[in-house]
């Protein structure tokens, strides 16, 4: 373990969050074999990062997804940012999972990259994303476009709405009825009906469930669509 540890001004702080002891010590190896950054901190946990990274003050954090424990790789991404706004984060994974990755892109991640990098290319992806870059191994990558190709049908789907039906059809998703999306709304019941109407119109499908659902996926990006987890759909 190497927290804490006392670096040159001009070296570039990196801390090491994995439970994998062989993997979190490889990385720290590599870190410290580079001559331009220096591992100040190598933690098995969510909690443990918690507990020590901010003292360590490290520039930039490899987080692996997969965390044992209360506290996976997403909620320590979370937490982290919010103590340590600055720090840059980049994601260890040795899945394949898009919703995953976009999960932990939208709260902050900078870069995504694989375990099955080879381990000498590691330290110029940490230069990478010091620098502002982003960087994914290309199995991520992939899995960028391939979610992207996917979701463009319920984007186009959500373009064809007016912004009232957007913000109606977000509320049904978040599982609000008529006379509840109306008084969030200011409008009555019979508007918020004939909202829906040319909700179901547009989207060519027939009731509630199927209308959130052409949409929803959206949530994953952040980019439009509802914005909150719905509580269910209920059929009206």
Request: aromatic share 4%; charged share 25%.
């Amino acid at each position: 373990r190497c927290a804490f540890v006392e670096t040159e001004p001009n070296k570039l702080r990196v801390a090491v969050v994995e439970d994998q002891a062989d993997c979190r010590d490889s990385l720290a190896f590599l870190i410290n074999q580079a001559p331009d950054m220096a591992c100040v901190a190598a933690v098995a946990s969510g909690e443990e990062a918690l507990a020590q990274l901010p003292a360590a003050q490290p520039g930039l954090v490899l987080l692996d997804i997969t965390l044992a424990g209360p506290m996976n790789g997403v909620g320590c991404l979370l937490e982290l940012k919010r103590r340590l706004p600055a720090v840059q984060v980049v994601m260890l994974t040795a899945s394949n999972d898009p919703e995953t990755v976009f999960a932990c892109l939208r709260r902050g991640a900078i870069g995504y990259l694989h375990k099955g990098l080879p381990p000498e290319r590691i330290p110029d992806r940490i230069r990478e994303a010091a620098e502002g870059g982003s960087p994914m191994t290309p199995e991520i990558a992939r899995l960028v476009t391939a979610f992207f190709q996917r979701l463009a049908p319920a984007a186009q789907e959500w373009e064809r709405l007016t912004s009232r039906e957007q913000e109606v059809l977000g509320l049904l998703a978040k599982g609000l009825y008529k006379k509840e999306i109306a008084d969030r709304l200011g409008i009555s019941e019979d508007t918020v009906r004939t909202h829906c109407a040319h909700i179901y119109q547009k989207l060519h499908v027939t009731c509630r469930g199927e209308a959130v659902a052409e949409v929803v996926p959206l949530e994953t990006l952040s980019v439009g669509g509802p914005a909150s987890h719905h509580r269910g759909h209920r059929h009206e």
